[in-house]
């Protein structure tokens, strides 16, 4: 079984700055890749950020220059700088992990629950 977890999500006015983490645990052999998605009231789902195994990132257009993704792979973690915050960026942030949990298996991407950041003067 594999738990993905978010935190970190809050209330920030614009132009101020959050960090949020995603701890991935349970039965892990290697984490191919992880990433944060987010989806606002009314729109569907959208990729955010992205870090492969190899340290390679990608970002939205919007996010590019203001969010930064990193991971601490010790603690099977990935966390989501954010900067700059604008009020677009209001939504429910998810964290997804392409997790093999056995050597020999296939991958399998786990959704955590969310986290609410909410930018709002």
């Known amino acids: 079984q594999v738990q993905i977890v978010e935190s970190g999500g809050g209330l920030v006015q614009p132009g101020g700055s959050l960090r949020l983490s995603c701890a991935a645990s349970?039965?892990?052999?290697?984490?191919?890749?992880m990433a944060w998605y987010r989806q606002a009231p009314g729109k569907q789902r959208e990729l955010v950020a992205t870090?492969?195994?190899?340290?390679?990132?990608n970002y939205k257009d919007s996010a590019k220059g203001r969010f930064t993704i990193s991971r601490d792979n010790p603690k099977n973690t990935v966390y989501l700088q954010m900067s700059s915050l604008r009020p677009e960026d209001t939504a429910v942030y998810y964290c997804?992990?392409?997790?093999?949990?056995?050597?020999?298996?296939?991958?399998?991407?786990?959704w955590g629950q969310g986290t609410q950041v909410t930018v709002s003067s």
């Open positions: 997804n992990a392409e997790i093999q949990t056995r050597w020999g298996v296939r991958t399998n991407n786990y």
């Open positions: 349970g039965s892990i052999f290697r984490i191919y890749a």
């Open positions: 870090q492969t195994s190899d340290g390679s990132t």
